[in-house]
């Protein structure tokens, strides 16, 4: 008899058998934080946007809390008040800043917002004013970035204004780079310098500078806090150089068919590949839908045991078609197409884009199997 309990059972079933496995090592990203912590030599916060880079912001926060952070960044209001009840007596500070309205929010949660410019400034001075509160805060400021923090000439301004901080409690002076990871560009010293031009202008508060790339550049690219992401999610900080984080995700599929082609036959959306021989051809339940990016299609590899298997046709919305010729690969067999061989990394670079797309884009289709959870 069909029950719910049967039902039940089936759909664990069929969820295992068709559906492509995502693991998550939150170990792996507690061990990264911790390494970059150690080259840093000081406090180094978790950023931990876009739901922790794609991974699970609620996973990852505790874990890094754990492992020791105390200070957080995230990109909105919204995903600071997400994570605000699981990183307890925390620094927990909103990157893209305060807008009109939320004010009373951020108080009441205890969220910094990083202020880029001068109207940000006045919103939360007059909220401090206003509440009779000494509110925390951080000043962004733009040494070549130019999308948000304030301009020189808007910290020549400030500087006129004697109340311009009243009622703030200016916890650090930030500002991000703009070619970390290229060593050899010269914007990264042009940085420093405007960096320390606009830090004489708050003497004794702390300075928070190196993103993840950012932490492998020297020692003038120090500060007080280090705000690395990337590289404690595994994505490579050093590229064109061996990665030194561990690898966090592994993301592996089940053929769902094996088929015959003969040599002429093409596979896929406009025939965008052609069989040179005759070809077995393997057809996994992952596609652009799922963050598998189209921009792969004829570009990716997966492996079948550690064989590399080339991805063959277009990458469409749900699925996607290997040549297993050469391996004994077959239905309900299973291929890695992000694994410590064949990274995050090295899929951005088939794709043209890096391993934070990739990371931001992991489907929502994918069975999600964490390890390390707290
Ligand atoms: C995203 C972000 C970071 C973290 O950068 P990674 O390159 O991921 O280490 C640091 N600071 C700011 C302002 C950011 O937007």
């Known amino acids: 008899m069909f029950t719910k309990r049967s039902a039940f059972f089936l759909c664990l079933f069929w969820h295992d058998l068709m559906s ?3 693991e998550i090592d ?3 990203i507690a061990d990264n934080w911790r390494d970059l ?4 030599g000081g406090p180094t916060a978790g950023v931990i946007k876009a739901d922790g880079y794609g991974l699970g912001a609620l996973k990852v926060a505790p874990k890094l809390w754990a492992a020791g952070c105390r200070h957080f960044f995230v990109a909105h209001l919204s995903e600071a008040v997400a994570v605000r009840g699981v990183i307890p007596d925390s620094m927990l500070a909103v990157l893209n800043g305060i807008l009109p309205g939320e004010e009373s929010a951020f108080a009441a ?13 006045a919103l939360w001075r007059a909220y401090a004013a206003l509440s009779k509160c000494v509110l925390p805060v ?13 301009s ?10 004697e109340a311009a901080f009243d009622g703030l409690d200016v916890l650090y002076v930030m500002t991000h780079l703009v070619s970390a990871d290229r060593a050899g560009d010269p914007m990264n010293g042009f940085q420093v310098v405007r960096f320390n031009d606009a830090c004489r202008q708050f003497p004794r508060v702390p300075r928070s500078f190196a993103n993840s790339s950012g932490l492998f550049l020297g020692p003038v690219f120090g500060s007080d806090l280090a705000r690395p992401g990337a590289a404690s999610y595994g994505v490579n900080p050093v590229p064109g150089q061996a990665n030194p984080m561990r690898p966090v995700v592994r993301l592996s599929a089940p053929i769902l068919q094996v088929r015959e082609i003969e040599a ?8 965008a590949w052609t069989a040179a021989r005759r070809s077995r051809i393997a057809t996994l339940g992952v596609g652009y839908a799922d963050g598998y990016l189209r921009a792969l299609s004829n570009k990716a590899i997966a492996y079948f045991n550690g064989e590399p298997v080339p991805l063959v046709g277009r990458v469409s919305m749900d699925l996607t078609t290997f040549d297993v ?17 064949h990274g995050v990394d090295e899929l951005a670079l088939a794709a043209g884009t890096n391993g934070y797309e990739i990371l931001t884009s992991l489907g929502r289709r994918y069975q999600r199997r964490y390890s390390g959870v707290l």
Not at 109 to 121: K, Q, R, T
Not at 138 to 150: E, P, S
Request: charged share 20%; glycine share 16%; aromatic share 4%.
């Open 20 to 22: 492509a496995v995502l």
């Open 26 to 28: 939150l170990d792996a």
């Open 37 to 40: 912590a150690t080259r840093h």
């Open 109 to 121: 949660y205890g969220i910094v917002p990083v202020v880029g410019s001068l109207a940000e400034l």
């Open 138 to 150: 951080i000043v962004h400021v733009d040494t070549g970035m130019a999308r948000l923090g304030l």
């Open 152 to 161: 020189p000439a808007e910290l020549t301004r400030l500087r006129g204004d």
């Open 264 to 271: 002429g036959e093409t596979v896929g959306y406009e025939g």
């Open 325 to 341: 010729t050469d391996v004994p690969a077959g239905v309900g067999d299973w291929l890695e197409l992000i694994n410590g061989l």
